[in-house]
T-cell receptor
């Protein structure tokens, strides 16, 4: 059973913030929320992960709701190079299980 | 820091032939993973090594797939004999954390695209 639900596709204008939602209503207390992305013809790339606090790094910000049932990945100033499939994954210490993700297209 | 290296990048074979893929993880990374990614799907874990020991191979089709990491560094994944449904991208990843660590991150190579005719 899928642990996360993501929209299959999204568009975002170049230079704007891209906000990618993820629902994980059955998340357990010890499970992290991970985000990876996969640019065409490349392997997946780790972006960020968090447990319950919001997180920010040089690539993105992760906002997790207080009840932890959903989260949003924010790319603050999207560029054409951010066009990729974005995977939201919920896990504790077990293996990464990828769904089909959200295909984000940055529009010039 | 050099990333995960994989070779070859592309391979085309006939069904029932054998094929091998090679992976060199990031230096010092203890844990190594092989994934299979079929077109239109997310990657699926085939096997996980910690150093030179297998941690999880529950999704590896052992009748035709094998993998090894003899010295705890490089790894090879072999398919013998290949079937049409093995056409996919084979991804190698490594992690500096031990297998099963909470909050671990994985670094992926570019993958090998296998086409079985």
């Amino acid at each position: 059973d899928a642990k996360t639900t993501q929209p299959p596709s999204m568009d975002c204008a170049e230079g704007r913030a891209a906000n990618l939602p993820c629902n994980h209503s059955t998340i357990s207390g010890n499970e992290y929320v991970y985000w990876y992305r996969q640019i065409h013809s490349q392997g997946p790339q780790y972006i960020i992960h968090g447990l319950k606090n919001n997180e920010t790094n040089e690539m993105a910000s992760l906002i997790i709701t207080e009840d932890r049932k959903s989260s949003t990945l924010i790319l603050p100033h999207a560029t054409l190079r951010d066009t990729a499939v974005y995977y939201c994954i919920v896990r504790a210490s077990e293996k990464l299980t990828f769904g089909t993700g959200t295909r984000l297209t940055i529009i010039p | 820091e050099a990333g995960v290296a994989q070779s070859p990048r592309y391979k085309i074979i006939e069904k029932r032939q054998s094929v091998a893929f090679w992976c060199n993880p990031i230096s010092g990374h203890a844990t190594l993973y092989w994934y299979q990614q079929i077109l239109g799907q997310g990657p699926k874990l085939l096997i996980q090594f910690q150093n030179n020991g297998v941690v999880d191979d529950s999704q590896l089709p052992k009748d035709r797939f094998s993998a090894e990491r003899l010295k705890g560094v490089d790894s090879t994944l072999k398919i013998q004999p290949a079937k049409l449904e093995d056409s996919a991208v084979y991804l190698c990843a490594s992690s500096p954390q031990l297998a099963g660590a909470w909050g671990d991150t994985q670094y992926f190579g570019p993958g090998t695209r296998l086409t079985v005719l």
